[in-house]
């Protein structure tokens, strides 16, 4: 049964614990299992369902019903009206194995998706009749009561009962990287999902242990809502999907224009017989439509995802591929993405000195420098109580990497895991000092104080050690270590403390404080008591170090005229540090907040957005807005995330990317991209690789158009030569080269690497197509052009090697099929040469490496041995009506790919001194 909507989780916040008892018929006992499986059956399974997806079936015939694929079922059908038996049942096989290859590759990408996939923990703790059960979390129900410990995902939006030191990390709903204190004192907090007593499904605790009652679970949870929406969301059609279409109907219309023109001229000019005329008519529409696109589009796009699944990228959907080239603006996040999500400790500021400290990340790969010399625990009083109070003061454990290129695992908070490692790179054992100086108890962070405290044994005494945030923490100290004497705090010493944070804080750097006081032996001790009269330290400064790649990711993506806008839930300060560090913005750039961006109109937000911008403390959802707005303006966005608050602004994006490692499924599931590693350089390379298979798309193209021409120009002799020039090439023999010769080289395009400065170049327009003049004077104006006239003069001179006069030419036996296989043979020979030339477009073939795209030397390879196969394989040659060639006609073809390669290398020289000049 499905879910019933009860009330949002944050209206139970302020209500006393007894009255939500009530409401939810439950109790500090917990539910009975006959009263939970009775809620199971009326509310359903704590489940996020997935959108309804299309049956297989479905996304099946999806594959031969685009616009291209319809046209190939048609011109088989052209063909088969036409004579044409053998040309119609090739054209419908390699529609359908298209169609059944699309089909395939896009169920592999959603199968690895799938296996992605990690939705809410599998087990939870539950109180049920007054028992703890371990139970499996879909079977929870509202009214359980439940525990959470520091490592466990929430299961269902819940209200706590009691809680000791909880922190939880709301990133998959705030976007926030810093956990949130959690209490069962309500107060209200900032913003959405900031009640303190209320914890939601998907985030996850940090530290401490907690019990709750379940609220909502599945889809009535807040992570539930959000994902509804997403699934409710219409898929976009694809640019490139857009761009087939188009060239689909330029084809169509080409070819019908074609098609009349010739008809016309069959009655008019030949005085052909009107069905004669229309039979030749729908042949030479049948020769300009190009049979091998579609399956070269496919293939090369295919080419296109597993290279980016080598680089970390992993696209679900074949035309994604090629949207990515089209990209003028990434909303990226910051934390994980354009940083390490590991926070590093890199200075520590005491008042006798400041520190410089080495290294990125939760390993130890660094040190601690006083002056030119690594610091090593024991050296300085000062330093090591410092160092004492961060690892003691501390709940957390880094677990190092099993294996090299993993990353270490933190069971707590990315801020003590960050002391620790700090304690690390000083050989402080802690293990043997936690033992030394064991604790005696603790009053755990809350949002408050904004402070922890321990009391540990030091020298058979009871010691307060206390860290937290500067502003606490230095109006509750009296006392200053100074040099390893105590002596009073000053007034010029607050300045000091206070001048250095600042500092820090204004390149974007985070403060921690230490502080300790000696206190009386005593069984317990209160808070208050305890937390007054502090000697303060010193300082730990922190940051999540950019990533060392994104440098040039950045720099990269400026060449290429791609935008970036950092949209993260971090403070203005850090967001603003981080962007001008990295080269996103310069320091000019506006910074505006989640609460600004509430209160702009639209027309302020348009015009925000045409200059330097940064968003901070920023929802996830208020990302849909930005992404929304950014396309009305024309630009086409690729939009990071993690969140399940992401998942809408990923749906809506022309490309959403989700994180692999970080992201919840909501968001995978939303998203066309999913980044295995996290990183915003695999962005930047995707987009790189997008931008090189629609290069690779029109080189096919061209490469495909070319052989158009000659295949035609034969049949234009035969019309206007009233029939007296035998067809000098056969339908079968066309269909050689459409789907035979032409495919490997055409393919081996598909694979080109990128051409050299294809980055320094900004985004396509988005009038741009496919098929545009360049392309159509190059393929039938040149390329194909002299092809065709070196495949007619093959034709009749192999006629007059044979003895037959242009008055007489040979129209069947042995001498017309040796003439018309050196017709077919001319124009592979001249797409030898065509597939080498389009392998760039202004660049020298001999500057890339005239062999270093193996697949189109295998190509030719493949072409040359299949020619001579249907040459001297008798069976062949009776369906393919060929014959042998004699060594002067090799001469001739030999003669040809060598010329046309140096005339294109001249044409491009010319090109490249005049963009120059």
């Known amino acids: 049964m499905g879910q019933q909507k009860i009330k949002a989780a944050g209206e139970y916040a302020n209500v006393p614990i007894e009255q939500v008892y009530q409401q939810f018929k439950t109790s500090a006992a917990g539910l009975s299992n006959q009263e939970a499986a009775k809620r199971l059956t009326t509310y359903g399974q704590n489940t996020i369902q997935r959108g309804q997806r299309q049956s297989q079936f479905k996304l099946f015939i ?198 009349v023109l010739f008809f016309l001229l069959a009655i008019f000019f030949v005085h052909y017989p009107i069905v004669k005329s229309f039979i030749f008519a729908l042949g030479m529409i049948v020769a300009f439509i190009p049979e091998g696109l579609l399956p070269t589009v496919t293939l090369s796009l295919a080419q296109g995802v597993q290279r980016m699944a080598k680089k970390h990228a992993l696209v679900k959907d074949l035309s994604s591929v090629e949207t990515l080239g089209e990209t003028t603006v990434i909303c990226s996040d910051k934390t994980g993405t354009l940083t390490q999500n590991q926070m590093t400790v890199n200075h520590i500021w005491l008042p006798s000195g400041e520190y410089e400290v080495t290294g990125q990340g939760y390993v130890n790969n660094g040190q601690i420098n006083i002056g030119q010399q690594a610091y090593t625990f024991g050296q300085l009083h000062d330093l090591d109580l410092l160092l004492q109070i961060s690892v003691l003061n501390n709940n957390t454990t880094v677990k190092a990497p099993e294996n090299s290129g993993q990353q270490a695992k933190i069971l707590g908070t990315p801020t003590e895991a960050a002391l620790i490692i700090l304690a690390e790179k000083a050989q402080l054992d802690r293990p043997a000092l936690q033992a030394k100086l064991p604790r005696q108890q603790e009053f755990p962070f809350d949002s408050e104080r904004k402070r922890m405290t321990t009391i540990q044994t030091v020298d058979q005494q009871p010691v307060a050690y206390v860290k937290g945030a500067l502003d606490g923490l230095l109006a509750i100290s009296t006392t200053i270590l100074d040099n390893g004497q105590v002596r009073p705090l000053t007034d010029q010493d607050r300045q000091q403390i206070l001048a250095a944070d600042k500092r820090y804080a204004a390149a974007g750097l985070r403060s921690l404080a230490m502080a300790y006081r000696q206190l009386r032996p005593q069984t317990t001790w209160v808070q208050a008591d305890v937390e007054q009269q502090l000697t303060f330290v010193g300082l730990t400064i922190m940051a999540d170090p950019p990533r060392p790649e994104i440098y040039a990711a950045v720099a990269k993506c400026h060449a290429a005229n791609i935008r970036i806008i950092m949209v993260t839930g971090d403070s203005a300060l850090t967001a603003k540090s981080i962007a001008c560090k990295i080269g996103i913005t310069s320091d000019q750039a506006r910074v505006v907040t989640g609460d600004e961006l509430t209160n702009m109109t639209d027309a302020d937000l348009k015009a925000a957005l045409s200059d330097e911008l940064i968003f901070a403390r920023v929802a996830p959802e208020q990302k849909y807005r930005v992404v929304t707005m950014l396309q009305s303006m024309g630009e086409i966005v690729a939009s990071t995330g993690d969140g399940v608050n992401d998942a809408p602004a990923l749906k809506k994006a022309d490309i959403g990317v989700a994180m692999g490692m970080t992201g919840t499924d909501v968001a995978k599931d939303a998203a066309d991209m999913i980044l295995t590693d996290d990183n915003f350089a695999s962005i930047v390379a995707a987009i790189e690789e997008g931008r090189t298979v629609y290069s690779n798309i029109q080189k096919f193209l061209l490469y495909i158009l070319n052989s158009n021409l000659p295949e035609a120009a034969p049949s234009v002799v035969f019309l206007f030569s009233r029939g007296l020039v035998p067809l000098p090439l056969t339908v079968m023999q066309i269909l050689t080269v459409d789907l035979g010769t032409d495919m490997l080289p055409a393919l081996g395009l598909g694979a080109e690497k990128s051409e050299p400065g294809i980055m320094a170049q900004p985004p396509r327009s988005h009038n741009a197509h496919l098929l545009n003049r360049r392309i159509l004077l190059k393929a039938f104006g040149w390329y194909g052009l002299i092809a065709a006239i070196l495949s007619t003069i093959g034709y009749f001179l192999t006629n007059r090697v044979n003895g037959w006069t242009m008055a007489n030419l040979a129209t069947g036996g042995f001498d017309y099929r040796q003439a018309t296989t050196m017709t077919l043979a001319t124009i592979i020979f001249c797409q030898i040469a065509a597939a080498l030339n389009c392998r760039t477009q202004r660049s020298s073939v001999f500057r890339i490496g005239i062999f270093s795209n193996r697949k189109i030397i295998g190509g030719i390879i493949f072409e040359v041995l299949l020619l001579l196969a249907l040459m001297y394989l008798p069976e062949l040659q009776i369906i393919f009506n060929t014959a042998p060639l004699r060594g002067g006609e090799w001469l001739y073809l030999l003669a040809i790919p060598i010329p046309l390669l140096l005339i294109e290398e001249a044409r491009k020289y010319w090109l490249r001194r005049r963009s120059t000049h």
């Open 62 to 259: 999806k594959n031969f019903t685009s616009l291209m694929a319809i046209l190939l079922w048609v011109s088989g059908i052209i063909a088969l009206f036409a004579g044409m038996l053998e040309l119609a049942i090739a054209i419908w096989a390699v529609n359908l194995i298209n169609g059944i290859f699309s089909f395939w590759q896009e169920h592999a990408a959603q199968k690895a998706t799938d296996s992605l996939r990690q939705m809410l923990p599998a087990y939870t703790q539950v109180l049920r009749d007054g028992q703890q059960q371990r139970l499996d979390a879909v079977d929870l129900v509202p009214g359980d009561i439940f525990t959470i410990q520091a490592g466990n995902s929430v299961c269902a939006d819940a209200r706590l009962i009691f809680a000791t030191g909880l922190q939880v990390d709301e990133s998959a709903l705030t976007g926030e990287s810093v956990p949130e204190s959690k209490t069962v004192a309500y107060h209200p907090g900032d913003g959405k999902f900031a009640e303190t007593n209320i914890i939601y499904a998907g985030t996850m605790a940090a530290s401490g242990n907690a019990q709750a009652i379940a609220l909502n679970t599945g889809m009535t949870t807040e992570f539930g809502q959000i994902a509804q929406l997403t699934q409710n969301q219409r898929d976009n059609v694809s640019p490139l999907q857009k761009e087939l279409n188009h060239l689909t109907q330029q084809i169509s219309l080409l070819a019908i224009l074609i098609g």
